[in-house]
């Protein structure tokens, strides 16, 4: 008999709750199945079968916390499903339970084994919340990964808009109000993270926002004449952010105050580039960190982003993927934004805001002419950065972007 026991958190994180179960008891399983997932204020953490061979006992529950290194389930190496031994239980087992038919005829089982085989799929505490209260799991709402019902949901269950539910009285368990429905959901972990740093930032700096905008027609020009040869020889699509993030990388060199941060009373001026991408995913906003950015070639940059956001969709971001950062730039122009006042990543000091690129007619030369345009948004805290500092370093990177080959020349 083996131990299954949560990954070992690093000190920033206290502990975790288990969000999802991918097997059963008695679940046979092969090595590096992926058996549950553990979601901590950061990432979500995947433990996986140690071995071939049978889960015997889940000791924690879908919701339930869990601490660093502690046991979740055993497990029986090298066992099938139906060699696994008897797991001791705290309660002694329930005979099984028979009923006499009305017509005198022969006894029948009150457990329905159709019944288990269908809810096969779900976990151990949401198929016991269905039997104690008579609800089906398939006719609720599930908030979970997928759409899956999670104990939380047959505590408070929303019945899909088809649903006639009945529980054991023949009452209604919940009823549709047509148009006017309401679904109550807890915060997930990582949710409640970003909520609890959103609210610090605002509170605990002085936050100020300053604007510029950038005319891309050089780089929308430079990509599409150099996008098919960049992309046949590195294998990755050249897109606009590599470039600001070369851009903002050359700037915090000029500005060693918009790369550092505050630990306590202290400045900490960093000697390296760490940045951090802002990137949506289901679970929540999370910001995966570029390493030395001043070395990266613009390849490189766009393989890991593209590495990143393919991580960050699958819950597969790692803590030492999130970890540190000095400096952050947020992209909400993918979802139509035109202009907004990012917030603060603490302990950084700034953050860059890039936004949608919109055809507007502009005075060139005294002429007016039609350019596509984008809004640039840098928040800063004020205690660290002077605001000539924080609108020279916005004007630098809208002087790179509006001329590329500045970048090139070191100008």
């Known amino acids: 008999m083996a131990d299954i026991k949560a990954p ?64 979740i389930a055993q497990f029986e190496a090298g066992a099938s499903a139906g060699e696994a031994p008897a797991v001791e239980t705290d309660q002694p087992a329930a005979p099984v339970q028979e009923k006499q038919a009305a017509d005198g005829g022969e006894p029948v089982q009150a457990t329905d084994k159709k019944d288990e085989a269908d809810h096969k799929d779900q976990s151990p505490a949401v198929r016991k919340a269905a039997k104690e209260s008579g609800v089906d799991p398939k006719e609720v709402e599930g908030s979970g990964r997928g759409g899956r019902v999670t104990k939380t949901d047959m505590a408070n269950p929303t019945l899909k808009s088809d649903s006639s539910i009945k529980s054991d009285s023949g009452r209604p368990v919940a009823e549709s109000m047509g148009e006017r429905t309401e679904k109550r959901v807890p915060m997930t972990r990582l949710r409640k993270r970003v909520a609890e740093r959103l609210l610090s930032a605002s509170q605990d700096t002085a936050m100020l926002t300053t604007f510029n905008e950038v005319n891309m027609k050089p780089l929308m020009d430079m990509r599409a004449k150099y996008k098919e040869k960049f992309e046949k020889r590195h294998g990755v699509r050249l897109g606009f952010m590599s470039l600001f993030i070369k851009a903002a990388t050359e700037a915090l060199k000029r500005f060693p105050a918009v790369n550092a941060s505050l630990d306590g009373d202290d400045i900490v001026y960093h000697g390296f580039y760490d940045i951090g991408v802002a990137v949506s995913s289901d679970r929540g906003l999370v910001v995966p960190v570029l390493r030395d950015t001043d070395r990266m070639s613009m390849a490189d940059v766009e393989s890991t982003i593209r590495e990143f956001g393919s991580k960050a969709q699958q819950g597969k971001l790692g803590l030492e993927d999130m970890t540190g950062g000095t400096f952050t730039i947020s992209n909400g122009g993918v979802f139509g934004s035109l202009m907004s006042t990012p917030i603060l990543n603490p302990p950084q000091t700034a953050i860059l805001g890039m936004h949608a690129i919109n055809d507007r007619p502009m005075a060139v030369d005294g002429k007016v002419e039609i350019l596509p345009m984008m809004y640039l948004a840098l928040s800063y805290d004020h205690r660290m950065i002077d605001g000539k500092e924080a609108v020279q370093f916005l004007v630098t990177i809208k002087e790179l972007v509006e001329d590329p080959a500045m970048l090139l020349l070191d100008l």
Do not use: Y
């Open 8 to 71: 070992v958190f690093p000190e920033s994180v206290a502990d975790g709750t288990i969000v999802e179960w991918h097997v059963t008891e008695g679940q046979q399983v092969n090595r590096d199945d992926l058996l549950a997932e553990i979601e901590t204020d950061k990432v979500v953490l995947e433990v996986v079968a140690p071995d071939d061979g049978v889960v015997t006992k889940i000791v924690k529950q879908v919701d339930d916390t869990v601490l660093s290194d502690e046991l």
